[in-house]
């Protein structure tokens, strides 16, 4: 599956954007879908994940409660609605496939090519 993230930009802190990461090749329905980010200098870490059919979701403790990742299987496409942003939020973010419902790195065998996200003050 290849995959191709969009929707990064720069936005105010406390501000609102939605990422999308369409996928081509093969239908997503079949992969466990998730978002990573990388800050500079930083190690590429756990946003969210979400199951096969939408109804099962994980996200890391730092964007519990703000971020919200959801999936259109008919669009093939997986979303990350990212609320209430805040300047530790700014990275290069990282949709990826997987074939379990893991916040594990080293499950996910696909990756798309990353947006940028810049929050300011």
């Known amino acids: 599956v290849q995959l191709q993230a969009c929707g990064g930009g720069l936005v105010q802190t406390g501000g609102s954007l939605r990422l999308s990461c369409a996928a081509s090749?093969?239908?997503?329905?079949?992969?466990?879908m998730g978002w990573y980010r990388q800050a500079p200098g930083k190690e590429r870490e756990f946003v969210a994940a979400?199951?096969?059919?939408?109804?099962?979701?994980l996200y890391a403790d730092s964007v519990k409660g703000r971020f919200i990742i959801s999936r259109d299987n008919a669009k093939n496409t997986v979303y990350l609605q990212m609320n209430s942003l805040k300047s530790e939020d700014t990275a290069v973010y990282y949709c990826?496939?997987?074939?379990?419902?893991?916040?594990?790195?080293?499950?996910?065998?696909?990756w798309g090519q990353g947006t940028q996200v810049t929050v300011s003050s």
């Open positions: 990826a496939a997987s074939l379990s419902f893991s916040r594990r790195y080293e499950t996910y065998g696909y």
């Open positions: 090749r093969r239908t997503i329905s079949t992969y466990v």
């Open positions: 979400i199951g096969w059919s939408g109804s099962s979701t």
